[in-house]
């Protein structure tokens, strides 16, 4: 035999075990996707399955939602008197508040619930209660809270009440408007 008969022979022994190589790397993906979904490991193709299982679907809380002013002339106000949830659901309500003075005015919100109980079990992680709120003559206001209902939460707990009440905070000097302010 030729040496040229023979690279050519090698040339196509080669180019066969590359296309064979090429073809086992897509047939992987199916067999990897058998493989998972009868394991139930690390199936990335079918993510759109997964569940929240932090959420407790079986039971569902009507949150009241209350505002008070104390010494300020604002209003305020949720924007929504209540909302229905699911314990471990992560939920955002809005209120509205509004400096009818004609001066600027600093405020502080405090949160209270009912019942008693129901604060060890309502976790905020987002509110305007969090920090002073300045604002300006005439000023309005959308302040969001972000907040889940612990699933710990006892059974015959089915209506919770957050209420804020702002109180003036007369020894803080008010900022300038669109400073020092959480929003």
Same mark, same amino acid.
């Given at each position: 035999?030729?040496? @040229? ?9 080669? *180019? ?28 990335? &193709? ?11 679907? !079986?039971?569902?809380?009507?949150? $009241?939602? @209350? ?7 604002? %209003?305020?106000?949720? +924007? $929504?008197?209540? *909302? +229905? ?11 509205? /508040?509004?400096?009818? !003075? @004609? +001066? ?6 405090? #949160? !209270? ?16 209660? &969090? ?7 005439? $000023?309005? %206001? /959308?302040?969001?809270?972000?907040? /889940?209902?612990? #699933?710990?939460?006892?059974? $015959?707990?089915?209506? /919770?009440?957050? !209420? ?14 669109? %400073?020092?302010?959480?929003?």
């Amino acid at each position: 035999m030729s040496r @040229d008969t023979e690279n050519r022979k090698l040339l196509w022994k080669l *180019v066969t075990i590359a296309c064979a190589m090429f073809g086992f790397g897509f047939a992987l993906v199916p067999f990897y996707e058998q493989i998972c979904a009868a394991t139930g490991i690390n199936n990335l &193709f079918n993510s759109g399955n997964a569940v929240n299982t932090q959420i407790d679907s !079986s039971r569902t809380l009507t949150v $009241e939602l @209350d505002a008070n002013i104390n010494g300020l002339p604002w %209003r305020f106000a949720p +924007r $929504e008197r209540t *909302v +229905r949830v699911h314990p471990g659901e992560l939920v955002q309500v809005a209120y509205m /508040v509004r400096n009818n !003075s @004609d +001066r600027p005015m600093v405020g502080q919100a405090v #949160p !209270s619930y009912g019942p008693q109980l129901a604060g060890k079990y309502f976790k905020k992680l987002d509110c305007f209660c &969090f920090t002073q709120q300045t604002l300006a003559p005439g $000023e309005a %206001r /959308v302040m969001p809270v972000l907040f /889940v209902i612990d #699933p710990a939460m006892p059974a $015959e707990v089915g209506t /919770v009440t957050l !209420s804020y009440t702002f109180f003036e905070l007369k020894g803080a000097a008010a900022a300038p408007a669109g %400073r020092g302010n959480a929003s």
